[in-house]
């Protein structure tokens, strides 16, 4: 393979690439939201984890929001352990799909 063709593989897989550092930093500043969900590409959870925090919090006022509350509380520290998992999984499968 010539120079071109492998700086060019280099940089999609560059862009493609996901970030574990970055993973767990909107994880830990904006994990009840589901945002780390999202750039995972995880969008259908991060859609139900979104609108459980936001459905808790409204309805907090008849106390059923604490039950959602500590579900997503559990479902984020749970997240923490599975992120890495997803950056390596996601980052394989990309290097295998351009290279």
Do not use: C
């Amino acid at each position: 393979m010539n120079d071109p063709q492998m700086a060019h593989k280099m940089m999609a897989y560059d862009a493609g690439k996901k970030d574990v550092l970055l993973a767990y930093i909107l994880w830990f500043f904006l994990g009840s939201f589901g945002v780390h969900r999202f750039y995972m590409n995880r969008t259908s959870s991060g859609v139900m984890m979104a609108l459980l925090h936001v459905v808790s919090w409204v309805t907090l006022v008849i106390a059923l929001g604490f039950l959602g509350l500590g579900l997503l509380g559990i479902w984020w520290v749970i997240d923490a352990f599975l992120i890495m998992g997803w950056v390596e999984r996601h980052n394989m499968q990309l290097a295998n799909h351009i290279g």
